[in-house]
């Protein structure tokens, strides 16, 4: 195996428990908004909570949201030349 390949097949493995690692953390992010949601009403949030942690945690979801979805349309695209 070259020096390139070892290389990138590293990489591939790290990409791997990287991506394992964000979906542990993704999941327990989706659990602490579940509690929120469950826990308080939408007013209740808006009305209490502190409007710097709402709008960081709002942009957090966006790009998320954003990368996910570029993603998603690129894993498509992939399946459909299969």
Do not use: H, P, W
Not at 24 to 33: M, N, P, Y
Not at 58 to 79: H, M, N, P, T, V
């Amino acid at each position: 195996m070259s020096n390139d390949e070892s290389r990138r097949q590293t990489g591939i493995a790290r990409l791997a428990s990287d991506l394992r690692a964000a979906k542990i953390e993704l999941l327990s992010a989706q659990c602490a908004t579940d509690r929120l949601r469950l826990q308080y009403s939408v007013e209740d949030i808006v009305s209490f909570g502190e409007r710097q942690a709402l709008r960081g945690a709002i942009a957090s979801a966006g790009a998320l949201c954003r990368f996910f979805s570029s993603i998603e349309d690129q894993l498509k695209q992939a399946e459909q030349r299969e």
